[in-house]
C-alpha cells in the first residue's frame, strides 16, 4: 500500500528526529567540545574514501528513492537512471565497509557491559576501543539489513519468480530499506550532533587527543598514541 509506506517514511524520520532532539538537549549538549591542537590518525585515506562513497551514493538513493515514494509516484526518467546508476557503487561500498571494519567492530566484554547500562544517556568517559558499543552496534545493523536490501533489488530484475514475487520482493525492498535508512540517520546523528569533535574524522582523518581518550581509551592505549 503506498499511502501506508508514506506513512512509515514519514513516522521513521520523524522517530530519528525526536530521538535525536531529545538526546541532543539531555545529553549531547553537555558533551565537552575539545580545544587542543593535538590529533590523532584514526582514519586512513581507504576508510574515509569508503566513507565518503557510502556517504554520497546513500545520500543519492534517499533523494530518489524516498522522495518517490513520497510524491506518491514511481521514479521514472533521470531520477530512475541516477537511482540505478548509485545502487551498484553503494553495494560495493557497502562490501567494503563490512571488510574494513568488521574486526574492530566485534564486541567486546566492555562492550556488553556498555549495553546493559543505558550508553546512550551516559556523558562520563567508557571503556570502548576504536569503536564503541553503540557503533559496532549501527555497523552490524547495517550489513544484516544490506543483504535483503541487495538481494531484493538484485532478483527483482530476473523473471525468476513471476509476478507475486516480484512484488513480494518490493515490499521487501521497501521494509528493509526503510528500516536501514533509520539506522543511518541515527548512526549519522551520533556521529555529528551527538558527539561533538568526531564528524572531521570523515575529512581529515583525524581527531583531538582529548577526544581519543574520552570516547576510545582503549585504542588509544593500544595504538601507543
Given at each position: 500500500?503506498p499511502?501506508m509506506?508514506?506513512?512509515?517514511?514519514i513516522v521513521?524520520i520523524?522517530?530519528?528526529a525526536?530521538?535525536a532532539g531529545?538526546?541532543?538537549?539531555?545529553?549531547?549538549l553537555?558533551?565537552?567540545?575539545?580545544q587542543?591542537?593535538k590529533?590523532?590518525t584514526?582514519?586512513g585515506?581507504?576508510?574515509?574514501?569508503?566513507?565518503?562513497?557510502l556517504a554520497?551514493?546513500f545520500?543519492?538513493?534517499?533523494?530518489?528513492?524516498?522522495g518517490s515514494?513520497l510524491s506518491g509516484k514511481?521514479m521514472?526518467?533521470?531520477?530512475?537512471?541516477?537511482?540505478?546508476t548509485?545502487?551498484p557503487?553503494?553495494?560495493?561500498?557497502?562490501m567494503a565497509?563490512a571488510?574494513?571494519?568488521?574486526?574492530?567492530?566485534r564486541?567486546?566484554?566492555?562492550?556488553?557491559t556498555?549495553?546493559?547500562?543505558?550508553p546512550?544517556?551516559r556523558t562520563?568517559?567508557?571503556?570502548?576501543g576504536?569503536?564503541?558499543?553503540?557503533q559496532k552496534?549501527?555497523?552490524?545493523?547495517?550489513?544484516?539489513l544490506?543483504?535483503?536490501?541487495?538481494l531484493s533489488?538484485?532478483?527483482?530484475?530476473?523473471?525468476?519468480?513471476?509476478?507475486?514475487?516480484?512484488?513480494?520482493l518490493?515490499?521487501?525492498?521497501?521494509?528493509?530499506?526503510?528500516?536501514?535508512?533509520?539506522?543511518?540517520?541515527?548512526?549519522?546523528?551520533?556521529?555529528?550532533?551527538?558527539?561533538?569533535?568526531?564528524?572531521?574524522?570523515?575529512t581529515?582523518?583525524?581527531v583531538?587527543?582529548?577526544?581519543?581518550?574520552?570516547?576510545?581509551p582503549?585504542?588509544?592505549?593500544?595504538e601507543?598514541?
Amino acid at each position: 500500500n503506498p499511502t501506508m509506506y508514506r506513512i512509515l517514511i514519514i513516522v521513521g524520520i520523524l522517530a530519528v528526529a525526536a530521538v535525536a532532539g531529545i538526546h541532543l538537549l539531555t545529553v549531547g549538549l553537555r558533551r565537552p567540545r575539545f580545544q587542543d591542537t593535538k590529533t590523532v590518525t584514526r582514519f586512513g585515506l581507504w576508510q574515509r574514501a569508503v566513507h565518503a562513497l557510502l556517504a554520497v551514493t546513500f545520500l543519492v538513493l534517499f533523494l530518489t528513492g524516498f522522495g518517490s515514494a513520497l510524491s506518491g509516484k514511481p521514479m521514472h526518467g533521470y531520477v530512475l537512471m541516477l537511482h540505478a546508476t548509485c545502487a551498484p557503487p553503494f553495494i560495493i561500498a557497502l562490501m567494503a565497509m563490512a571488510l574494513t571494519w568488521a574486526h574492530d567492530c566485534r564486541y567486546q566484554q566492555h562492550d556488553l557491559t556498555l549495553l546493559q547500562a543505558c550508553p546512550l544517556c551516559r556523558t562520563e568517559p567508557v571503556q570502548a576501543g576504536k569503536f564503541n558499543a553503540i557503533q559496532k552496534t549501527f555497523f552490524w545493523l547495517s550489513c544484516l539489513l544490506a543483504l535483503p536490501v541487495i538481494l531484493s533489488s538484485v532478483l527483482s530484475m530476473f523473471p525468476l519468480v513471476g509476478t507475486a514475487g516480484q512484488h513480494l520482493l518490493l515490499d521487501i525492498h521497501k521494509c528493509t530499506t526503510l528500516l536501514m535508512t533509520v539506522t543511518v540517520l541515527g548512526h549519522a546523528y551520533f556521529q555529528t550532533l551527538g558527539r561533538p569533535g568526531t564528524w572531521q574524522v570523515m575529512t581529515s582523518g583525524k581527531v583531538s587527543s582529548q577526544w581519543a581518550d574520552k570516547y576510545a581509551p582503549l585504542w588509544r592505549q593500544k595504538e601507543g598514541a
